[in-house]
């Protein structure tokens, strides 16, 4: 899946070590089996963002765990292969049971901004989405040392993407930068 238009059904039946006649059985086209995936990504974040709005953070250092465990569910589970297509998806060509999925997990996400919002871990003047975007793109699998977790420089970047969210958006420019 992380490798967008490259896949192919015989890379994934390669990859799965299985005939390809079994994925065709399955997955009749690579659309179909991204559907599914995508299906099986957004149930996963249901389950864990339901988890995570049991339990709402009650301060900023239980706001940083949760904000661990999204960064764990953006990149572990594959949000952040999925946000993108939540944002801009094809109304028109959604199942109605994505549609649901898609409008169920939208309203948890934004849930779960404004439990952290309360706890000041991210000010008012972001919008959640654009917190998600921005978790998303700096996780991206790409930034995966050998070892399988955030190289350095990525986790400092990330670091100073939450620090930013805990301050808000200014309206201004900062002081010696150029408007």
Do not use: W
């Not at 992380?2 to 065709?24: C, F, N, P, Q």
């Not at 659309?31 to 953070?57: F, G, K, N």
């Not at 109605?96 to 404004?114: I, K, N, P, T």
Request: hydrophobic content about 40%; aromatic content about 4%.
């Amino acid at each position: 899946m992380r490798h967008g238009d490259a896949m192919t059904l015989e890379s994934v039946a390669k990859r799965a070590g299985v005939g390809i006649a079994t994925v065709y059985r399955n997955f009749p086209t690579r659309e179909d089996l991204v559907r599914h995936i995508m299906a099986d990504i957004v149930e996963q974040a249901l389950d864990d963002l339901e988890h995570i709005l049991q339990h709402p953070p009650q301060n900023l250092t239980q706001a940083n765990e949760v904000i661990q465990q999204l960064v764990s569910l953006i990149d572990g589970v594959g949000l952040n292969i999925v946000i993108p297509t939540l944002l801009n998806p094809d109304e028109a060509a959604l199942s109605e049971g994505y549609a649901q999925a898609r409008s169920r997990l939208l309203d948890m996400l934004l849930l779960v901004a404004s439990q952290l919002k309360a706890c000041g871990a991210v000010h008012p003047s972001i919008e959640a989405i654009d917190f998600y975007n921005g978790i998303a793109r700096l996780v991206d699998h790409q930034a995966r040392s050998a070892h399988g977790s955030l190289g350095s420089n990525h986790q400092d970047l990330l670091n100073i993407f939450l620090a930013g969210c805990r301050h808000g958006v200014s309206t201004g420019s900062p002081e010696g930068f150029p408007q």
